[in-house]
């Protein structure tokens, strides 16, 4: 799977004081850390980069690539200026991904325009601000094929793609986790050539206790990568996740707790239904998985303390 690594991002304060003083350092550091942690993009995430925030992207680019000369970029902002200034300063825009576009007119032909000048990779969420985010796959892949009609005109190849469903947090509306599932499932079936599929996977554990968020996140990223999920924006330093990642892509437990979810993997590869997952009751670890999917899969209510019910 392909891994963006999500650690340099202007909603954390220490990590936007640092943009903000031009700390090269500190800057450089989470990327190193990164590149360390072996994810394959790096996402600076600058926001809308309003009023002071003048040529933030193109710092950040040119510091990072002093100390990762080869690294590839996710260049996050709704700014079309800071945007073009990160593509402008790496040689590699062709490896590059532009996050992101949405089905909003205006929104997408900026985007699209820029991805096929820089022939840059694009994430593509399928929403807009007239429908916001559609409740059922069909309405996600009408705003997909909308989006995908564009990027044809500009030559723009499918591959290039990663179509993003957008995931709603289980605490808010856990009946939607199957929706975007089931969106990944619709968005790989039908285009030709295949779009990618990618998620902002921290986003379905938004609102959860802090000591539930790293479980739900790697339960649900075994069942989207079930159902053919290509990337993923994740935490560097959830090194939990990336193992659990390796072990799903090698099919070989590393230790115990690892085969329920290489068989949860299996199942939702054959669409399968959760009551046929095969675990160890006696083994908490596994129960704790099974609840979480129990959840994810809408069959059981979500509660913060749902790990504590029989």
């Known amino acids: 799977m392909i891994l963006i690594g999500e650690n340099i991002h202007i909603i954390s304060k220490r990590t936007k004081a640092a943009i903000l003083e031009r700390d090269a350092k500190y800057i450089q550091k989470l990327a190193l850390d990164q590149v360390k942690a ?14 002071g925030s003048e040529g933030i992207m193109e710092w950040m680019s040119d510091v990072i690539q002093d100390v990762v000369p080869s690294i590839k970029f996710s260049f996050d902002t709704s700014n079309l200026k800071e945007m073009e200034a990160g593509l402008k300063s790496v040689k590699n825009s062709d490896e590059c991904i532009i996050n ?29 601000d007239a429908t916001g985010i559609p409740k059922e796959p069909d309405g996600r892949l009408e705003i997909a094929s909308i989006i995908l009609d564009k990027t044809a005109e500009m030559n723009i190849d ?45 986003n379905i554990s938004n609102g959860s206790p802090k000591e539930l968020r790293g479980l739900i996140n790697r339960v649900f990223a075994i069942m989207a990568m079930g159902c ?29 707790g690892d085969s329920i979810l290489i068989n949860l993997y299996n199942l939702m590869l054959e669409f399968g239904e959760l009551g046929d997952l095969s675990y160890n ?30």
């Open 38 to 51: 072996n994810v394959d993009y790096i996402d600076l995430n600058i926001g809308p980069a309003r009023r």
């Open 228 to 256: 053919g999920l290509d990337s993923a924006i994740v935490d560097s330093f959830d090194t939990e996740l990336l193992r659990i990642i390796n072990v799903i892509e090698s099919q070989s437990p590393e230790k115990d």
């Open 158 to 202: 499918n591959t290039k793609i990663f179509m993003d469903p957008l995931v709603l947090p289980v605490s808010v509306d856990q009946s939607q986790t199957m929706e975007a599932l089931n969106s990944i499932r619709v968005f790989k079936e039908s285009f030709d050539p295949p779009v990618k599929t990618t998620v902002g996977l921290s």
């Open 100 to 128: 992101s576009t949405s089905g909003d007119p205006e929104r997408l032909e900026n985007m699209v325009n820029l991805a096929a000048k820089y022939n840059s990779n694009l994430i593509a969420l399928t929403m807009s």
């Open 281 to 310: 009751k006696d083994n908490p670890d596994e129960v704790k998985i099974y609840k979480t999917a129990q959840i994810l899969f809408n069959e059981n209510i979500y509660a913060h303390n749902y790990l504590d019910e029989r």
